[in-house]
């Protein structure tokens, strides 16, 4: 699919969930992202999942919520959601929103691995 908006690599039992958008801002975009990446846990099974966020540069506030759906479903399948590569400006919005300490946040991918 040509609209797939974060590119999926698997690294032993971990799923990792690269986002390929720099900015994710639009309702369209956000509501595509919550889509691909519900789908993960919801149709295939996945419960060890992190998420990428090397290349993003911008997150709205709408696109917090769907991360924090996305924590809501791995952690109710059984599993663990790890964000990493998260630029300055964004750990900013985790931090003003109190995210930082819901989600579990790390430096890069290694980082992020070894938490499974």
Same mark, same amino acid.
Do not use: P
């Given at each position: 699919?040509?609209?797939?908006?974060?590119?999926? *690599? *698997?690294? $032993?039992?971990?799923?990792?969930?690269?986002?390929?958008? &720099?900015?994710?801002?639009? *309702?369209?975009?956000?509501?595509?992202? $919550?889509? *691909?990446?519900?789908?993960?846990?919801?149709?295939?099974?996945? &419960?060890?999942?992190?998420?990428?966020?090397?290349?993003?540069?911008?997150?709205?506030?709408?696109?917090?919520?769907?991360?924090?759906?996305? !924590?809501?479903?791995?952690?109710?399948?059984? $599993?663990? #959601?790890?964000?990493?590569?998260?630029?300055?400006?964004?750990?900013?919005?985790? &931090?003003?929103?109190?995210? !930082?300490?819901?989600?579990?946040? #790390? $430096?890069?991918?290694?980082?992020?691995?070894?938490?499974?």
């Amino acid at each position: 699919m040509s609209d797939q908006r974060i590119d999926i *690599e *698997e690294i $032993g039992a971990v799923t990792v969930a690269r986002f390929l958008d &720099k900015k994710i801002l639009d *309702e369209a975009n956000i509501d595509r992202i $919550g889509q *691909e990446l519900f789908g993960l846990v919801d149709q295939d099974g996945r &419960k060890q999942i992190v998420l990428d966020f090397s290349l993003v540069e911008y997150l709205s506030s709408a696109a917090l919520g769907k991360l924090i759906t996305m !924590h809501k479903k791995v952690s109710a399948a059984g $599993g663990k #959601c790890v964000l990493c590569n998260i630029q300055k400006d964004i750990m900013d919005v985790f &931090k003003i929103t109190q995210l !930082h300490k819901v989600l579990t946040l #790390c $430096g890069d991918l290694d980082d992020a691995l070894a938490k499974f």
